[in-house]
Nanobody
Framework: QVQVVESGGGLVQAGGSLRLSCAAS????????MRWLRRAPGKGLEWVSG????????SYMDSVKGRFTISRDNARNTLYLQMNSLKPEDTAVYYC??????????????WGQGTQVTVSS
């Protein structure tokens, strides 16, 4: 069955960095676009970033452009999110999500349990 497992979250001071990882299994990882989503305290689930199947195209929400970098290693079935210059407003549970097809976009049909990122001021 489809499974994605996030890791790498934690507590960091404002201005710091974290690298999230997502280990995928149960589907042909290299054939699907992938996304990162997040849910901040008291808010709904929001799309953060997307990447196409080959890792050649990426997209970001405006508030993280220039600070976050999404990437993937298809040989390891792993998705990454490098987060730099973190801000308190980035505090959220971050989720890895499988896209519905190969392209970079905002669609998704499965997501994991999430990893907590807390940024202190």
């Amino acid at each position: 069955q489809v499974q994605v497992v996030e890791s790498g979250g934690g507590l960091v001071q404002a201005g710091g960095s974290l690298r999230l990882s997502c280990a995928a299994s149960g589907f042909t990882f290299k054939s699907y676009g992938m996304r990162w989503l997040r849910r901040a305290p008291g808010k709904g689930l929001e799309w953060v970033s997307g990447i196409n199947d080959g890792g050649t195209l990426t997209s970001y929400m405006d508030s993280v452009k220039g600070r976050f970098t999404i990437s993937r290693d298809n040989a390891r079935n792993t998705l990454y999110l490098q987060m730099n210059s973190l801000k308190p407003e980035d505090t959220a549970v971050y989720y890895c999500a499988k896209g519905q097809n190969y392209y970079v976009g905002r669609d998704y049909d499965f997501w994991g349990q999430g990893t907590q990122v807390t940024v202190s001021s």
